[in-house]
T-cell receptor, first 111, second 115 residues
Framework: GENVEQHPSTLSVQEGDSAVIKCTYS??????FPWYKQELGKGPQLIID?????GEKKDQRIAVTLNKTAKHFSLHITETQPEDSAVYFC??????????FGTGTRLQVFP | GAGVSQSPSNKVTEKGKDVELRCDPI?????LYWYRQSLGQGLEFLIY????????KSGLPSDRFSAERTGGSVSTLTIQRTQQEDSAVYLC?????????????FGNGTRLTVT
């Protein structure tokens, strides 16, 4: 079945710097890759997603890239702000429509 | 509008007791998922309901875990004879269609502590 690995587990950046989180997946048939943000005490929320027919997608300060050949996808946050501090999860969908999540990255943005 | 509602928000139980966790999905959402999040860990898939299809139970960790979804709406996750390793946050999510064409909307979870 699908396996998703995520790195790093923790990431600390200065406000205004960029942050990059990387994920790999195992099932070459996966074709949908969402990213979720989880704030303390809350459930995760979708922030951006990408489908396998595109290599990059951008939404303001957030971008996601996908390399299907290498089975890698990454989240890029530019001009980080303290409110970006949270746990971020990548995910990949299986052929039976289950979302399999990575282990999460705790991002801390210091003012 | 109302989001996904989970109850209770916190549950403390003694080892060996049974617990029931409830999820009220967003009205009209056909898909419902349960995930488990252990302290500092990722989201572990447990079970997936889609419409009237047979649920995908492939993530349930043991036969002590079961879930049902009545009338295509409310879902209950039951853990029998709880063990300390069952302590975690149990998250429910619903989506309008399948996970690949509509986002999952998560509740805030039930924090289960087994003493």
């Amino acid at each position: 079945g699908e396996n998703v690995e995520q790195h790093p587990s923790t990431l600390s950046v200065q406000e205004g710097d960029s942050a990059v989180i990387k994920c790999t997946y195992s099932d070459s048939a996966s074709n949908y890759f969402p990213w979720y943000k989880q704030e303390l005490g809350k459930g995760p929320q979708l922030i951006i997603d990408i489908r396998s027919n595109v290599g990059e997608k951008k939404d303001q300060r957030i971008a996601v890239t996908l390399n299907k050949t290498a089975k890698h996808f990454s989240l890029h946050i530019t001009e980080t702000q303290p409110e970006d501090s949270a746990v971020y999860f990548c995910a990949a969908i299986t052929d039976t429509d289950k979302l399999i999540f990575g282990t999460g990255t705790r991002l801390q943005v210091f003012p | 509008g109302a989001g996904v509602s989970q109850s209770p928000s916190n549950k403390v139980t003694e080892k060996g007791k049974d617990v029931e966790l409830r999820c009220d999905p967003i009205s009209g959402h056909t898909a419902l998922y349960w995930y488990r999040q252990s302290l500092g860990q990722g989201l572990e898939f447990l079970i997936y309901f889609q419409g009237n299809s047979a649920p995908d139970k492939s993530g349930l960790p043991s036969d002590r875990f079961s879930a049902e979804r009545t009338g295509g709406s409310v879902s209950t996750l039951t853990i029998q004879r709880t063990q300390q390793e069952d302590s975690a946050v149990y998250l429910c999510a619903s989506s309008l269609g399948t996970g690949r064409n509509s986002p999952l909307h998560f509740g805030n979870g039930t924090r289960l502590t087994v003493t």
